[in-house]
């Protein structure tokens, strides 16, 4: 997965979006970030940003935080979600967008990366992905999009590779 520093400008797919957001919460293994305990109430609205795909992906990204790095499936109440398959956005109250992957979310629950203060007040006060204004927000912009919501059932997580004779196969992993 790419790594850009917090608050440039986006340009992983470029064109994809008539505005372009800032990036937000793409980590590397070498990269340093502030650190913080999250607050319950921002764990809970970025879940929910998490369950609205958007750029998905033709795999997954393992984190490169976790040593060896792995997929993750995130747990929330008892809700699952495979994350690092697909990014998610956030449209603060007075339009501005961040771009982030969604493994935002186990960047900030298990690694406690802080994002900045304005990406975490525009997830409080922002666009709700629960509400219709976010999905056709997202319409009008030119993102597809896909809901995902989170699952009693625990995904299992799953690469794409090359094969030897230059096709792709799906493999899960143990």
């Known amino acids: 997965m790419p790594v850009f520093a917090d608050l440039t400008e986006y340009s992983y797919h470029p064109g994809a979006e008539a505005e372009r957001p800032k990036n937000v919460g793409w980590l590397g293994p070498s990269g340093t970030f502030d650190v913080r305990a999250p607050a319950p109430d921002f764990l809970e609205r970025l879940w929910q940003y998490c369950q609205v795909w958007v750029a998905h992906a033709r795999g997954v990204h393992t984190c490169p935080l976790c040593l060896p790095a792995r997929s993750v499936v995130a747990e929330r109440d008892g809700k699952y979600l495979l994350l690092g398959a697909a990014e998610i956005r956030v449209v603060s109250r007075a339009g501005k967008m961040y771009a982030a992957p969604n493994l935002i979310y186990h960047y900030v629950a298990v690694h406690h990366y802080a994002p900045p203060a304005e990406f975490e ?18 319409s009008q912009l030119g993102l597809s999009w896909h809901s995902e919501p989170a699952s009693a059932e625990k995904p299992v997580p799953f690469l794409f590779v090359r094969t030897p004779d230059g096709g792709v196969k799906r493999v899960e992993e143990s």
Not at 121 to 138: C, F, I, K
């Open 121 to 138: 007040q525009a997830v409080m006060t922002g666009l709700s992905p629960s509400n219709q204004e976010y999905l056709d927000r997202l």
